[in-house]
């Protein structure tokens, strides 16, 4: 396929190519793979400035999508791919590959850093492409140490994210440092923090800070100091694509089953047919209850102590109104993966996981009438959009990260149907508040895209 590029990816690919140091907020569905690839390709054989360029990113989008994507387009397909996935001889062998793009999970980004230092080989990649820049907030995990200890030697860096901002500001601190090594927002987390937060709620006795407000004008100047390394861009300013509907369903446990849910929340401690369940703090208490409100959980010794199946009879009602339209269902907990699979075999269906290549390929040709996903696995870069527009969320979850990517696996670029997004809320329950804490948490993010969004003046595609 030919690649004619909309002007706001024409601008993105320009920005990659005169920024040796780029953070692309780009929306899912905007293209951020192909405008990466093109860049490749100008900066690899038009210029003549990089070698060798690593992609660190999503397991199934390292291994599934970019290889994907340089095949889809005529101006990338003699790019070379080598996909460093597997065993370790497996990945070894990929590294020795003479090949231009080089894919690897994030989860091996630390083996592949030992592995060079250990054999003493230098660093050969001079242009780094983070996708998903998120996966890097967390400046204690090891993939972030390992990209420190390499980041002298790369000389060009990019950060792909739609959701540069998911749980707040503070999470953009080592997003940005891992990209310019502490220029922008300082070396270290703490200086960060005290210099545009401020201790929200705290324990006065032991001075334990439990969050952060930020400092007035802080929003402000933390957008200031990174809009030179910077381009933001919402898919809705962009493209001219279907408008998502988003429904919510509800369901009401019954008197029994209620009390259940009312004497675990009160008293962090309830007993089903003999088998005793407990939470120890609030952040347990949460996922427990998340999980009663979707009918099943987990007993203190690991049995499923199935509770209601009100989200099943839902489910099952769902599905069947889709009236044989391909229909994705998200999940959380195991259990509901387990019940799920079970009550629409009973009733018929053939539901099938998403989870390898094969899997991915019959969804987008339309030969899965229901996909199941987890938010946890199959949230990033998987396009989905081609098998189907109706996604159903059958548990709640915390994150808004997770949520929205795995929302824009049908609602993006190529998607010809107005998508539909169900959610089943158990009423009175935690459900509830999460929907809620997702509308809230989004305020943030959206300030932060449109404080950095790009200024491009050719118009809108």
Known sequence: ???????????????????????????????KTSICLMAIKELMYREFSITKVLVVAPLRVARDTWPAEVRKWEEVSGLRVSVLIG??????????????????????LKWLVDYLESHRKKWPFDMVILDELSSFKNPKSLRFKALRRVRPYIKRIVGLTGTPASNGLMDL?????????????????????????????????????????????AEEEIY???????????????LHMPEAVMVKHEVTMDK???????KLKEELVTTVKGEEITASNAAVLSGKLLQLASGAIYSDDGKIMNIHEKKLDMLSDLVEQANGK????????????????????????????????KDIEDWNEGVIEVGLISPASA???????????????????????????????????????????????????????????????????????????ANITEGRE
């Open 224 to 238: 200031d100091r990174i809009s030179d390394i910077t381009i933001s861009m919402k898919a809705k300013d962009y």
């Open 1 to 31: 396929m030919k690649y004619t590029p909309h002007s706001y990816q024409a601008y993105a690919i320009e920005f990659i190519k005169t920024h040796l140091i780029a953070l692309l907020f780009l929306d899912m569905g905007l293209g």
């Open 256 to 262: 029994s089953e209620r009390s259940v849910y009312e």
């Open 173 to 217: 601190w080592a997003e940005v440092a891992a990209v310019d090594g502490g220029k922008r927002l300082g070396r270290f987390i703490g200086n960060y923090r005290a210099s545009y937060f401020t201790p929200d709620r705290m324990n006065p006795y032991t001075g334990i800070v439990y969050s952060y407000s930020l400092r007035p004008g």
């Open 379 to 453: 949230g990033h870069g998987l396009n989905l959009q081609e098998g189907g527009h109706i996604l159903i969320w059958y548990s709640m979850i915390w994150s808004l990260e997770m949520y929205q990517q795995t929302n824009h696996r049908l609602d993006r670029q190529g998607q010809k149907e107005v998508v539909s997004i169900h959610h089943i809320i158990t009423k009175g329950t935690v459900d509830e508040d999460v929907m809620k804490a997702l509308d809230e948490k989004d305020v943030t993010q959206e300030k932060l895209i449109a404080a950095v969004k």
């Open 326 to 357: 391909p229909v994705l269902v998200a999940y959380w907990f195991k259990h509901d993966h387990e019940r799920i699979m079970k009550r629409l075999t009973d009733e018929g269906y053939h539901p099938r996981d998403l989870k390898t290549s």
């Open 87 to 108: 065993t370790s001889k497996e990945r070894e062998a990929a590294l020795q590959r003479n090949a231009d793009i080089y894919t690897i999970n994030r989860e091996n």
